[in-house]
């Protein structure tokens, strides 16, 4: 398990939002397990720095103000001219209950089929929902493409090796990862001309040129 520290501040409501993101502060709130809505905000760079790292299957010890939290990243809002960060939602949680959460598939090896058939690789699913208790979560879950040997293969959520203590809340069947054939290939058939189309297409252009020249 992976925990992260992150050092918070309480926030002054009557201070804008917008006001907190130019002075390099990010606005934030706590909610969940026997706490209340606690607003507070923290530094950009040093929440960006562990969501790169946590993302929202690790968790964040969370201090605001002396006050100590076990949280885990519940959604993040990003601007979406900018794509900063503006606001982040943390979900406060018990060591001893069960919770659920998305972890990140992380896609490893080459796939036989695109490095020796020119395939294109194909992402079913980029996360799993699981339930666990907090101290089972993992950062993420590797997928390994080397049994993808031809376009007819496919990785499904059943062939996940899912470690202990972990309950997959996805259907066994839901695709994960495949190889579809090289668009080049889908393209030529699409062009091919049926037979005696091509003829035809030759005979009327010569019609059209033995009328130009009587005229």
Known sequence: MDTYNLSAAPRDLSVPAKTLRVEGQIPAVIYGEGVENVNFQMDYQDFR???????????????????KFKSLVHRVDFDPVTDKITHVDFLNIRMDKEITAKIPLEFVGQAPAVANLGGILVHGKDE????????????????????????????????????????????????????SAPREEEAEEAVTPVEGEGDKEEGKAEEGEEKKEEE
Do not use: T
């Open 49 to 67: 720095r562990i969501y790169r790292k946590a993302g929202g299957s690790s968790i964040v010890d969370l201090e605001i103000d002396g006050k």
């Open 128 to 179: 799993i929902e699981v339930k666990c208790l907090p101290d089972k979560l993992v950062h993420s879950i590797e997928v390994d493409l080397s049994s993808l040997e031809d376009f007819h293969i496919n990785i499904s959520v059943s062939d996940l090796n899912i470690p202990e203590g972990i309950e997959v809340l996805e259907d066994p069947e839901n695709m994960i990862a495949s190889v």
